[in-house]
């Protein structure tokens, strides 16, 4: 038993943590870099990943970014913090190198401290100050991002950059990164909240308030995780779901001079189960798919996987969606 949580602990060890010439390159600017250096810091070889071995590595194709969801891990941590320990050894199957592959942690990795989370300006100037380093240190053109979760919020509007108001604060991440973004693989990201937040006293959670979840009630006087999971197609004109999700929908009320058109990647694909318990049967949100980023250019509903599979059963596909711009084995199918 010993000598397999060795083995098991050696596997996870061998990704992770940066390496010593990534955050060599960190520390060149570390008021900038505070955010994944932090990580690195505190999380261990669980909470960070990427970087070149050698000074002299070469890089030859888009870095990737793996943003994790609310409670999760860069990398394999618990149970139900996998991180991206099965994408990160599927992706070096695939002909990438650990200076091709990075991602940190944020938040905490107790899933019973889930519905206390939600999105904050640190994360999301952390995360794109993240995108940025990664850019310089790697002199690429464009990145690759895969998300999951929460992390489709968080990456969606740390690419999308410009002023964010949440909660009493205000951040400003800049111009817009899209131009620098070849794809974004959005997997089970609720980009239009959670019916699972209509649940009795779930409603004042972080997690489900304006800086989270919330689906809001569709003007409706019985707003319950039932109704919200029915197909309602008049509800799909009333915005009146958590404010911070309106803005990177564009759907706010400051986004006068948002370009709607504009995506966030050159590729944008949404990926998602329609048995996700955590999302609801068929990811109906008031008639909405939840998962559905806008203006995607693919999008693929599994069958049979909870929010984690999602993520850790869907490698082939992160991959080639990633590489090839298609899914696994060419089956580009879409969901409107």
């Not at 400003?172 to 089970?188: H, N």
């Amino acid at each position: 038993l010993l000598m397999t949580v060795a083995a098991a602990a050696a596997a996870t060890s061998q990704h992770g943590p940066f390496t010593d010439d990534f955050v060599e390159f960190l520390r060149k600017n570390e008021d900038r870099n505070e955010y994944a250096l932090s990580a690195f810091k505190e999380y261990s070889s669980t909470g960070t990943f990427g970087g070149r071995a050698t000074k002299d590595h070469k890089i030859t194709r888009h870095p990737v970014v793996f943003v994790h969801g609310n409670s999760d891990s860069a990398l394999h941590y618990a149970d139900l913090a996998s991180g991206w320990t099965k994408s990160v050894e599927h992706f070096k199957h695939g002909g990438y190198s650990g200076a091709e592959l990075y991602g940190l942690t944020y938040g905490s990795r107790d899933i019973n401290l889930s519905l206390q989370s939600s999105i904050t300006c640190r994360n999301l100037l952390g995360l794109r100050r993240f995108l940025e380093a990664i850019l310089e240190y790697t002199q690429m053109e464009k990145l690759g991002i895969v998300a999951h979760s929460m992390g489709v919020t968080l990456a969606r509007k740390a690419i999308k950059g410009g002023v964010v108001h949440i909660s009493g604060e205000s951040c400003d991440l800049g111009d817009s990164l899209a131009d620098s973004i070849d794809a974004l693989v959005a997997i089970s990201g609720a980009n239009y909240g959670m019916c699972m937040c209509l649940m009795a006293g779930l409603d004042a959670t972080p997690a489900c308030g304006q800086a989270g979840y919330g689906p809001g009630a569709c003007a409706s006087h019985n707003a319950t995780m039932e109704a919200c999971m029915v197909h309602t197609d008049e509800c799909k004109v009333i915005a009146d779901y958590a404010g911070v999700l309106r803005a990177v929908n564009d759907e706010g009320d400051n986004d006068e001079d948002e370009d709607d058109d504009e995506k966030e990647a050159d590729f944008v694909a949404s990926l998602w189960s329609n048995d996700d318990p955590i999302l609801g049967k068929n990811n109906l949100v008031w008639g909405r798919k939840t998962s559905m980023v806008p203006g995607s250019h693919l999008s693929h509903a599994y069958a049979d996987l909870d929010h984690f599979q999602s993520k850790d059963k869907t490698v082939r596909d992160q991959l080639a969606l990633v590489s090839k711009h298609a899914m696994h084995g060419g089956r580009a199918k879409r969901h409107h």
